[in-house]
């Protein structure tokens, strides 16, 4: 695998040097005017902070379908009748509330950037869509819980794609049930997001008729679970309590039949460089995308195994879930702008309104909220030692969704019936 940091300079060496080629090629001073001759797209991430791993794949996988679509010309713009080359600004959030707004404001007052593309954490996304919304810039967001995002108001420059906690509930609920859980226990942090979560996961347990009871995590919680007979854990809480749990329930010898954890996204290079990484083995978590997706790009007609193959090849290492949302939202956008056919935001809005397309996420069509919600799929992580590098070797095995076993389905019939007729050309010659 590639070392992270060395990865980390070449992605900044590579941003600097795509700028200067499009300060180079491009006329800046007309703004939004007949004059010009590119589209700009500003990408915000957390690249660094808290909340940096979550970023892995970002600039690898944009700025190859970027690339791909310049490749080809561009994209048409009726007002100009020609194509434009498009411009990728990468902008990190620094993980803080303050950084992302900073940098939205970079993009938009500096740059004079057409769409904002924001992903990873609400901390992020929200703080994006807030500047988004005031400026009248359109905004796409991926990767961030939807249930917070809504809960700024409503949006009319803003769009999202993600999960909510409706839907992860439900994914890990169908393992608490295929488990036989007869007594979960709720572990979360004293978080806001801890606690909000709490409280629908009580809810929802009690809907679905499963016995629960909630733990606040602590120095004693192992114990507590003990004396309380749990037989099965679903957490809320950051990856470095959740391992250090898991250690010391192993430790105990707990006997769980299930153990699930609240986090829609878990980074792979995080979870190998923990030193007790071996403790998460066999945790469930939900997930929108995994390359065992059979969901198509409507850009390079690439399903999940096959960006999973060309991230191998490149970047010989573990293909990062990231690589999918990413791959997803640039489909989004360009879809948008080919069909506005304009870089004024109220044209892309329309076009965002009556989008309706099949991507490597699954299909797109915003709500009346401007939201798409993916569904969630249950995944379970598998320890299996340290590989020929020294690093900590994982599969994950995802319970796909049904869409995907339909085009497993359609697929399969597809094979047989070319090979039937293969049969039958044998016979007649």
């Known amino acids: 695998m590639k070392n992270k940091n060395y990865r980390k300079i070449i992605a900044l060496a590579f941003i600097?040097?795509?700028c200067m080629c499009s300060l180079c090629a491009c006329s800046f001073g007309g703004g939004k005017t007949s004059k010009k001759n590119y589209i700009t797209i500003g990408r915000i991430c957390p690249l660094s902070g808290e909340y940096s791993e979550y970023a892995e794949g970002t600039l690898e996988t944009e700025m190859a379908a970027v690339e791909e679509?310049?490749?080809?010309?561009?994209?048409y713009v009726d007002a100009l009748d020609k194509k434009l080359m498009v411009r990728y600004l990468l902008e990190d959030s620094g993980s803080t509330k303050m950084g992302a707004e900073a940098a939205a404001d970079k993009l938009i007052n500096e740059e004079n950037v057409d769409v904002i593309i924001v992903s990873d954490t609400n901390t992020t996304v929200n703080a994006v869509s807030g500047v988004c919304e005031k400026a009248k810039v359109p905004c796409f967001c991926v990767n961030a819980e939807m249930d917070s995002w809504l809960a700024q108001g409503s949006y009319k420059y803003c769009f999202n794609i993600s999960y909510d906690t409706e839907g992860r509930l439900q994914a890990l609920g169908e393992v608490i049930k295929e488990k036989g859980v007869s007594n979960l226990g709720l572990i979360t942090d004293t978080s806001v997001e801890g606690i909000a979560f709490a409280e629908k996961a009580q809810q929802f347990c009690t809907d679905g008729k499963i016995?629960?009871?909630?733990?606040t995590y602590g120095a004693e919680i192992v114990k507590q679970l003990k004396s309380g007979k749990i037989d099965g854990i679903l957490c809320c809480l950051g990856?470095?309590?959740?391992?250090?749990?898991?250690?010391?329930?192993?430790r105990a010898e707990l006997g769980l039949k299930a153990s699930l954890l609240v986090n829609e996204h878990w980074p792979y290079s995080?979870?190998?460089?923990n030193s007790q990484s071996a403790s998460f083995d066999e945790t469930y978590i939900p997930v929108c995308w995994a390359p065992a997706f059979k969901y198509k790009s409507s850009l390079t007609k690439q399903n999940g195994a096959d960006l999973e193959d060309w991230w191998k090849k490149e970047y010989v290492s573990l293909c990062p879930e990231t690589v999918g949302y990413r791959h997803g939202i640039i489909e989004v956008v360009v879809d948008i702008l080919r069909r506005a056919m304009a870089v004024?935001?109220?044209?892309?809005?329309?076009?965002?309104?009556d989008i309706s397309l099949d991507t490597v996420l699954g299909p797109i069509a915003f709500n009346q909220n401007n939201s798409v919600v993916l569904p969630c799929v249950a995944a379970q992580w598998h320890y299996e030692g340290s590989s020929a590098l020294g690093e900590?070797?994982?599969?994950?095995?995802v319970t796909v969704d049904t869409e995907t076993k339909k085009i497993e389905e359609s697929e399969t019939e597809e094979e047989t019936t070319v090979e039937e007729k293969t049969d039958s050309d044998s016979k007649d010659k």
């Open 270 to 273: 995080e979870l190998s460089a």
């Open 69 to 75: 679509l310049n490749e080809s010309g561009g994209i």
């Open 392 to 397: 900590s070797k994982w599969v994950e095995t």
């Open 344 to 353: 004024d935001s109220e044209s892309i809005v329309d076009a965002a309104h």
């Open 16 to 18: 600097a040097v795509f």
């Open 211 to 215: 016995k629960v009871t909630a733990f």
């Open 239 to 250: 990856t470095d309590d959740y391992i250090s749990l898991k250690a010391d329930i192993n």
